[in-house]
T-cell receptor, first 111, second 112 residues
Framework: RKEVEQDPGPFNVPEGATVAFNCTYS??????FFWYRQDCRKEPKLLMS???SGNEDGRFTAQLNRASQYISLLIRDSKLSDSATYLC????????????FGAGTRLAVHP | NAGVTQTPKFQVLKTGQSMTLQCAQD?????MSWYRQDPGMGLRLIHY???????DQGEVPNGYNVSRSTTEDFPLRLLSAAPSQTSVYFC???????????FGQGTRLTVV
């Protein structure tokens, strides 16, 4: 089983839609969690960190469910500019610098 | 603000050739990593370092060597390139295990 798993998609949604992605992790003692955004042929960039109590940044909401070992990303009021690949990343317990990524979920927002 | 700088951006190698991918960061980060990204595979960790003189293997270390003689630099060496090493390589650095990683712009490597 992979340490971090995501549904690869693609998710094709119209503008204005709400879309949610999940990401599961296998190490129950994982310590830090992130969502990254990657545009085609570009480097990943941090979208948001994920905190235990959940956190929101504008149209984006991230949540952590330790009991079920997954993190989620909710995007409200999707924009064309949200089209990208969304990568979740986890630092496992004892992983020092290790930051393990999922394979990414592709989102395509259409008019 | 340079951040993480990778060179070269593109490279074509012949099978069996060696080369070094350069990575430098100016943020005084102790933690640095190398990843490769292949279609449908996401980012896979090759090697990482928690400080000068300290390196360790990631998920896919075979065929690659690293060293960390300074805080700023973390080069990745391909000793004998193989077509299976055709990929996009990203270098990343982070302040500590709970903070975000910053990525270089990537090196697109083709081995023929």
């Amino acid at each position: 089983r992979k340490e971090v798993e995501q549904d690869p998609g693609p998710f094709n949604v119209p503008e204005g839609a709400t879309v949610a992605f999940n990401c599961t992790y296998s190490n129950s003692a994982s310590q830090s969690f992130f969502w990254y955004r990657q545009d085609c042929r570009k480097e990943p960039k941090l979208l948001m960190s994920v905190y235990s109590s959940g956190n929101e940044d504008g149209r984006f909401t991230a949540q952590l469910n330790r009991a079920s070992q997954y993190i989620s990303l909710l995007i409200r009021d999707s924009k064309l500019s949200d089209s990208a690949t969304y990568l979740c990343a986890v630092t496992p317990w004892g992983g020092y610098n290790k930051l393990i990524f999922g394979a990414g979920t592709r989102l395509a927002v259409h008019p | 603000n340079a951040g993480v700088t990778q060179t070269p951006k593109f490279q074509v190698l012949k099978t069996g050739q060696s080369m070094t991918l350069q990575c430098a960061q100016d943020m005084n980060h102790e933690y640095m990593s190398w990843y490769r990204q292949d279609p449908g595979m996401g980012l896979r960790l090759i090697h990482y370092s928690v400080g000068a003189g300290i390196t360790d293997q990631g998920e896919v270390p075979n065929g690659y060597n690293v060293s960390r003689s300074t805080t700023e630099d973390f080069p990745l060496r391909l000793l004998s390139a193989a077509p299976s090493q055709t990929s996009v390589y990203f270098c990343a650095s982070r302040f500590d295990r709970d903070t975000e990683a910053f990525f270089g712009q990537g090196t697109r490597l083709t081995v023929v």
